[in-house]
Structure formats: C-alpha cells, structure tokens
C-alpha cells in the first residue's frame, strides 16, 4: 500500500477522486485502489515557545529568559487557542497519520502538501514525527487539483529527497519567523507595556506605509510655472506645454522665456502614422490578480486570495500562490488542451508559442494563474467567484485570442526655433481584437490633421502649477512595492501604461534573490494581521496607518529595532541561498540571531536621544497619595490609579520626551532642570522648567 498525506481535508478527497471511483471512506483517511490517502489540518505541528527552552516560574512574559536562542528547533502538537495542550482534533488526526505511517503493509509514504515552501515542510513534519522506521519517501507536486492531473502526478513522483533544498528554505524561513516574532515582541511588549506584534515581515509593510503617510501629512505644496501654448492651426487646438520649469520665484524669466518660443516660431517636422498590434497584458501570478480585483471591485487581499483558493480547491483554477506572470514550456500541450476546451465554448482563441507567454526563466516553482480544463457552470459560483474566476478565464483568453487587437498609432513632432521640440502621441483602435474579452481602459485619442511643414500658431505664457503630495498605498501600488521595494515606484507605473512589451526582468530577478517583502503565500496574511493589529486599515482600495501603527513604528525606533525594508531583504537573500544549495539552515539562522543580539545589545533608544526607561521602571513616590510611580505606556504614573490617584507625568508633553531622570528628580526634589524643545500647539518653541504645584506636574517659565 501506498499512503498519501494531504495537506488538508479537500485535496485529500480531489486526490482520491483523481486515483478512482471505489472509495472506502474510513475516520480520517480513505483507501482507494492500492492507496491510502490521509491528510492534515494544514499546521498540525508548531514551535515550542520560549518557556520550553528557558522554563520560568513567573507566569507572565519576562526579560529574564530573552533573547532566546535554541541550539536545536523543537516541534510540538499545535495548542488549542489559549491552552497549553494540544487541540483534539490535531491531536486525534495525528495518532490516525502515526498508525498509518507504522502500518507494515504501507511500503511508501508521498508527501501531498501545497506545491510550495510551507506544504512542503507541513506533510515532513508530521511523517518526520510519526514514522518509527524506515520507509520510501516520495512527493506529489500539484499544480492545479483535477482528476486528471492527479492521476498524471501520481506517475511522476519524485524521491522526497529532491525537494530538500525547498524543505531547507522552509524550516529556514520558520525558525528565522519565530525568532524575530517570539523574542523581539516579548522584548517590545515589556519594554513599552503595550502588545506590540514585531515580525521580519510586517514591521517593514507597516514602516512603508507610516513613512508614505507621514510624507504626505508634512508635505508642504509649492507653487511653480511651465509655459504652455493653446493656439488652434486648421480649427484645431494644440497643446504645447514645454518640459522646462521655473520656480515660484521665477515668474519673470518664464515670461521672458515664452516671448523667446513665440518669437521663435512652430514648424511640424515629421507625422508618423502605422498599424500596430496592441498585446494583451501577461497571465497573471497571484499579486497581479489582486491587483487587478482590487482596483476593479475593491476586493481586499485576504478575500481574494479565499476566494481564489477555492476555486483552486475546487479544480477551477491552478495553483494561486505564484510569483510569475509566465508558463513553462513543458505546459504546452497542456495549454492546448485548455485551449481546445475553451474553443469549444465559442471563443475565438488559438495556441501561441510566444517567448512572451512562455519563459522557464522567469518562473521559480510555479506558472501563472491559469483556468484549468474544468470549466464551472455559472450556477455553481457565488457572485464574488465569479467576479475572480471571470477575471482569469478572460485573461486566458485574451493571452491566446486568435483576433489581434490593431491600432492607428501617430505621432507628430513640432519644434519651436531651436530650442524645444514637442511629440504628441495618439492611439486610434481600428480591430477590437482581445480587447472585447479583456479590460483595456485606454480612450482614443485622435491627433490634428497636420503635415511635415505646416507652420503651428502658438502664445506661450506662463502657466501657475502646484506640487502635489505622493499618493497612499493602494493595494496596487502596495503590492509592486512589496515585489521589488528597490524599484522607483515612477519607473513601475510608467510601465504599467505602456502598450506591448515592458522589461520586467528586474522585478523578476528581485523576486529570485529574495529581495520581496514576504511572498504571494504570505503577504495577504501579514498584511490582515496588520490591520487586525490596529496598525493600518484598509478603505476601498487605499491603505493608511493609524495611530497604533504610527505607535509601533515610533516604538521600534526607540528599540533599536531597525527591521526596514534593507534588513528584511538581506535575511530573504539568505533564504534563497539556501534554497540553491549555497547556504545552510544553520547559518541562515545565526544571522537572524547576529541581527536580533544587537537590538538586545543597544537596548533602549529612543528616537530623540532621551532615556524614558521601560516599562514597569520606578521613577519615585506619588506627592499626592505616597504610593509608587511607575514608567507606564504613556505616561510615569501613581500604581495607586485603581483607587482613584490621577497623579501622572507625561512622557511625552508639548512633543518633547520627558526623560526618567527629569522625572525622579521632579518626584524628589519638586523640580526638573530647564528643558528646552517644548512646541506649543501654535507650532512654537519654548524652554521650562516642570515643578510640581498642588500635586501636578506644571511648567514654570519664571525658574529659568
């Protein structure tokens, strides 16, 4: 007998459906023919915490036990939420995996999980810690959930062994995940008395858009000119607006500068008119897809990527957790057999060996987004799938349309005098094509009839504009940037608007040197965990940090918490290196443990170089009620608040930190040293001393 481990429940029953019809359905696994197919609950194993490596008798989190840094990883059952025993049900599907593992008649053991990364170390570690003897270890890759491709992969098995490298990036990836998470919270939360969720990857996500956010709030608009002509020639009007600009200081020499053009005249120097063929935009990987669900139906990631999956789940649709926009070219007789089916169908698509649409050099373990053969009645979709399956299926199919989409592109070139010459651009669709199945927002637009020598009527005067501030984050422009944050977000959307081809090979060799900000797999997660941690929200299709995120981000500098986007990548680097085979898990992890000792080194920073303590710190005895003073979240306050004492000191007042020292020298002598950098609320600054009067914390402009 052969056993096949799922990774969950659904593929465990597409997979049996796809090895035949005489099922035996047993508690927790189904034999079929000569298998034996069982399953997980995705994670039934998770990390220890820190409290197994470093027991403590306190029953809250400490500093005593951190950084902590286990010389061997340790796997436990996953806990039921809020217990320390494992869940029943893990339990219970475990001990079924355990005995069928050790059964004598199973001769093999396939790992069946998700085709990536984390599916793959989910299955190891339950055969890892079931099985009591040595058996054949075989794996099943599936790119999509079929019948028929899961009767194809179960002829193709590879040795187990083949995928230890992906194994080894994703232990590597796990360990690194719960170091920084485990040990750089706990430090965080007590440190500032307040949950704060540190992880590799979401703290660069949050820090992107609190920066983006702080960009915009302190920008300050400027007036500036251009000179621009609006003269019509023939009836018709031409714009002319000239690339030089002049500041708001400058309006003189911009005047003077349009009586310059005006005396110099306008002249058209070439029009060029040809037929061009629009190509359709690529196939779509996992981001891309969510990009455009969330442009055209506002559509979050999180309920993107469930409702793709699925459809995956449901054979709809390929493997979702893609990086690429491509197909291999082994999958050419595949596509023409999806092809033929869709043709069937009455849409007019064909096959096409195109370098475009076929490229093994920009996929690093899975293809585009693709419909599979199994085309679903409309009936069986929910109006959101739909939306989603739709958005794919016409993609498809305007990928491989056999009706090219041909446009009238023009061009006319128009100098004025020697000193600038002006191209205007039009677009004119002659042939539909593609376009009929697939968005294509672009308008036409119509050029002046002109010819080369037509002399151009022109006035240019100066034109007032204004700097604009950058935009928010939209979960397009969000998700480009987590792809390559090292790309100017300009370049990306410039290609965005381009007809045809775009050079897309920078962002794919980022992707393969790890410098991505997560992955397609995990970035939706990371991104709902931010929002549910109250860090940023998302509104329509545009991201904001609020202020616990302005919070977090403030109190990781503070930290010495330095988790940006270069950091992050560089420990991404790491994990594809030991995905090729350059490096080891080992020391992969001992990087991570370099990075996280250093934060413990420096201790706490604050940003302005004041020393505010930590949290739970003793700044002295309350005037008011003679009880202890803390340092707290906010503010050095009376442990006597309970029973009603509203003595505090804030930590932060008029924008300027209040440090510890001032703070127990106020509680013991009545008085601080004069401080300087206080901003009143009028934006201005003034330097005080804080006595205390009355049992409260004043300031006193007269002690200087």
């Not at 060029?272 to 559509?299: A, I, R």
């Not at 009603?644 to 804030?650: S, T, V």
Request: with cysteine; proline share 3%; aromatic share 10%.
């Amino acid at each position: 007998m052969v056993l096949i481990i799922a990774e969950k429940p659904s593929l465990a029953r597409n997979i049996a459906a796809g090895i035949g019809e005489k099922q035996e359905k047993n508690d927790g696994y189904i034999t079929v023919g000569n298998y034996i197919v069982s399953w997980a609950f995705g994670h039934l194993f998770s990390l220890a915490d820190i409290e197994y490596y470093s027991p403590t008798d306190k029953t809250k989190w400490t500093l005593d036990n951190l950084p902590c840094f286990p010389e061997k990883f340790k796997f436990e059952l996953r806990r039921a939420e809020g217990k320390k025993s494992a869940d029943a049900g893990v339990k219970k599907q475990f001990s079924v995996l355990e005995k069928l593992c050790n059964r004598q008649d199973v001769e093999a053991i396939v790992n069946a999980g998700d085709a990536d990364r984390e599916g793959e170390i989910i299955v190891r570690l339950c055969i890892e810690n079931a099985l009591k003897s040595k058996k054949k270890l075989l794996r099943l890759w599936l790119p999509d959930q079929t019948p028929e491709t899961v009767a194809r992969a179960l002829t193709e098995m590879k040795d187990e062994s083949e995928y230890d490298n992906l194994a080894g990036e994703g232990y590597a990836r796990t360990y690194i995940d719960w170091l920084y998470g485990v040990n750089l919270t706990r430090y965080a939360t007590i440190t500032t008395g307040k949950l704060l969720r540190v992880g590799r990857v979401i703290a660069p996500i949050v820090r992107a858009i609190y920066d983006r956010d702080l960009e915009i709030r302190n920008f300050k608009p400027e007036k500036y000119y251009v000179i621009k002509s609006a003269e019509e020639t023939h009836g018709e009007k031409i714009e002319l607006v000239s690339k030089l600009k002049f500041t708001k200081d400058e309006l003189l020499a911009a005047t003077d500068k349009a009586t310059e053009y005006n005396g110099a005249g306008a002249v058209v120097t070439a029009v060029d008119s040809k037929k061009d063929t629009v190509l359709p935009g690529k196939l779509f990987s996992l981001s891309t897809l969510q990009n455009v669900l969330g442009e055209k139906y506002k559509m979050s990631m999180t309920d993107s990527l469930r409702i793709i999956q699925k459809l995956y789940e449901d054979g709809y649709l390929t493997y979702p957790r893609t990086n690429s926009e491509y197909l291999a070219t082994a999958e050419k007789d595949k596509m023409r057999s999806i092809i033929s089916n869709v043709s069937r169908l009455g849409y007019p698509v064909k096959f096409k060996d195109s370098k475009s649409i076929f490229d093994d050099s920009k996929i690093e373990a899975h293809s585009a987004l693709t419909p599979t053969y199994k085309i679903p009645p409309k009936e069986k979709l929910s109006e959101e799938e739909s939306k989603v399956y739709s958005t794919v299926f016409r993609r498809f199919v305007a990928v491989f349309c056999a009706e090219c989409c041909v446009a009238q592109k023009s061009e006319i070139k128009i100098k004025v005098g020697e000193l600038e010459e002006f191209t205007l651009k039009g677009t004119v669709i002659l042939e539909r094509g593609w376009t009929k199945y697939d968005d294509y927002n672009k308008k036409d637009k119509i050029l002046p009839n002109l010819s080369v020598g037509d002399e151009v009527n022109i006035l240019f005067a100066p034109d007032e504009k204004e700097t604009t501030p950058p935009k928010h984050y939209t979960i397009t422009t969000l998700n480009n940037y987590l792809k390559n944050p090292f790309k100017d977000d300009k370049a990306r959307a410039k290609e965005l608007l381009e007809l045809g081809e775009v050079d897309d090979a920078d962002d794919y060799r980022a992707i393969f040197e790890g410098l991505e900000l997560g992955t397609e797999a995990t970035r939706s997660g990371i991104i709902e965990n931010a929002k549910k941690s109250g860090y940023i929200e998302l509104k329509k299709d545009v991201y904001k940090i609020l202020p616990g995120g302005e919070h977090f981000i403030e109190s990781l500098g503070k930290l010495s918490i330095s988790m940006d986007k270069y950091k992050t990548s560089e420990l991404g680097k790491a994990l594809k290196r030991v995905y090729r085979g350059e490096m080891s898990v080992e020391d992969s992890v001992k990087l991570a443990e370099a990075e996280i000792r250093e934060v413990f080194d420096k201790g706490p920073r604050p940003i302005s170089g004041v020393d505010t303590g930590k949290y739970g710190d003793g700044v002295g005895l309350c005037p008011k009620c003679g009880r202890g003073v803390v340092r707290g979240k906010f503010n050095y306050g009376c442990m006597g608040y309970s029973d009603g004492c509203d003595f505090r000191i804030g930590i932060n007042i008029c924008r300027r930190d209040i440090p510890i020292d001032e703070a127990r020298r106020l509680l013991a002598t009545g008085t601080t040293a004069l401080l300087n950098g206080f901003i009143s609320k009028n934006g201005k600054k003034f330097d005080a001393r804080l006595i205390l009067k009355d049992g409260n914390a004043v300031f006193d402009f007269q002690a200087r």
